[in-house]
């Protein structure tokens, strides 16, 4: 539905140009630079993005959760996330979702170079990205969570699994799994369960 400014003219809401020509930009970068120079970039952007908001600070940390829930919180600012525990963190839709699916609608297939450039972040930086859309939304919120203090500590955040829209996944390693379903208080089990009506899983703790 379009809404009207204070001049009466019309805004449009939601425009699939903005999304598509977003993703032919993205690619147009990986061509002039490669997946190296693209990974670098995206990095650089989200992080930018989460210093550009402003530090926060919580006496305790169920008011910390209060504020995420309700959409206060920097890590919350571009997503709906849930608690299933004090420290699990889900996302039900991620929010590039619609611009991956106008971009295909129009456009076709995802290009392999936001595939190839997820690669290069998962062996060069660390696992959890399935795309270019997983390397902004996870470095965003890495750098959004050390914004954040919670009776003076800063906040910390690991990524758990991710799904995306046509079924791919990508789970934590092995070797760290057991470890951040201990942090995040939940069980194997219970984190099958969640990816099945979720597209992600995080974890939020302090040390």
């Given at each position: 539905?379009?809404?009207?400014?204070?001049?009466?003219?019309?805004?449009?809401?939601?425009?699939?140009?903005?999304?598509?020509?977003?993703?032919?930009?993205?690619?147009?970068?990986?061509?002039?630079?490669?997946?190296?120079?693209?990974?670098?970039?995206?990095?650089?952007?989200?992080?930018?993005?989460a210093?550009?908001?402003?530090?926060?600070?919580?006496?305790?940390?169920?008011?910390?959760?209060?504020?995420?829930?309700?959409?206060?919180?920097?890590?919350?600012?571009?997503?709906?996330?849930?608690?299933?525990?004090?420290?699990?963190?889900?996302?039900?839709?991620?929010?590039?979702?619609?611009?991956?699916?106008?971009?295909?609608?129009?456009?076709?297939?995802?290009?392999?170079?936001?595939?190839?450039?997820?690669?290069?972040?998962?062996?060069?930086?660390k696992?959890?990205?399935?795309?270019?859309?997983?390397?902004?939304?996870?470095?965003?919120?890495?750098?959004?969570?050390?914004?954040?203090?919670?009776?003076?500590?800063?906040?910390?955040?690991?990524?758990?699994?991710?799904?995306?829209?046509?079924?791919?996944?990508?789970?934590?390693?092995?070797?760290?799994?057991?470890?951040?379903?201990?942090?995040?208080?939940?069980?194997?089990?219970?984190l099958?369960?969640?990816?099945?009506?979720?597209?992600?899983?995080f974890?939020?703790?302090?040390?």
């Open positions: 539905m379009n809404e009207k400014d204070e001049r009466g003219t019309t805004l449009i809401e939601d425009n699939p140009l903005v999304d598509v020509a977003a993703y032919l930009f993205l690619e147009d970068i990986a061509d002039k630079q490669g997946a190296a120079g693209m990974n670098t970039y995206l990095m650089s952007l989200a992080s930018s993005l210093k550009s908001m402003p530090e926060e600070e919580y006496s305790t940390w169920e008011d910390f959760l209060e504020a995420l829930r309700k959409g206060e919180s920097i890590i919350s600012s571009f997503e709906v996330v849930k608690t299933r525990t004090e420290n699990c963190m889900i996302t039900q839709e991620c929010p590039f979702a619609r611009g991956w699916l106008e971009y295909t609608q129009r456009i076709g297939s995802f290009s392999n170079v936001h595939y190839d450039v997820a690669d290069y972040y998962n062996s060069n930086v696992p959890g990205a399935i795309n270019t859309c997983c390397i902004i939304h996870q470095t965003f919120r890495s750098a959004a969570a050390e914004r954040i203090k919670v009776a003076g500590k800063t906040v910390k955040y690991a990524q758990i699994a991710a799904i995306w829209s046509d079924g791919v996944k990508r789970i934590a390693p092995d070797e760290w799994l057991p470890i951040l379903l201990d942090k995040a208080k939940i069980t194997k089990t219970e099958n369960m969640i990816l099945r009506n979720n597209t992600d899983i974890v939020l703790y302090l040390e």
